[in-house]
């Protein structure tokens, strides 16, 4: 079992640190809307590997454009059919900034609609017990 993974698509980056339940993803760089179905399906795929049930992805030190509403609602739907296409389950919270994060929270909206298991939040205790609860 790998213990970290690093992919550094051009001016993105991220690494993977597992735990006994679940991992820690913090990312870097600037993000676009493009980058995300790529990214995460690699991200959940190290999880996987790692043998992760779920990832707190910490990506409160990304820039980049801010998405507008067209993007929010498509990377929701990225993220749930990313995550429902996967073989084996991994729960994921996130933990961002706003603007980036929107406070109406459209993208998890989208994707939870979409049967995805994720949260979204701005705080990093919030993610941390949104796993624990969702991890039983």
Known sequence: ????????????????????RWGIVTCAGSVFPGLNDVVFGDILDAAV????RGI??????????????????????QIAAVQLGKPV??????????PIVSP?????LVAVNRSADIRIVTDY???VAWLDSSLG
Do not use: Y
């Open 89 to 98: 389950h991994v729960a994921v919270a996130f933990v961002g900034k706003e």
């Open 1 to 20: 079992m790998r213990t970290d993974l690093i992919i550094e698509p051009e001016s993105f980056n991220w690494t993977l640190a597992p735990g006994e």
């Open 56 to 77: 707190l992805l910490g990506f409160r030190d990304c820039t980049g454009q801010i998405p507008d509403s067209m993007d929010r609602f498509e990377i929701g739907e």
């Open 125 to 127: 205790d919030d993610a």
């Open 49 to 52: 590997e790692a043998e992760q």
């Open 104 to 108: 109406e929270r459209f993208v998890e």
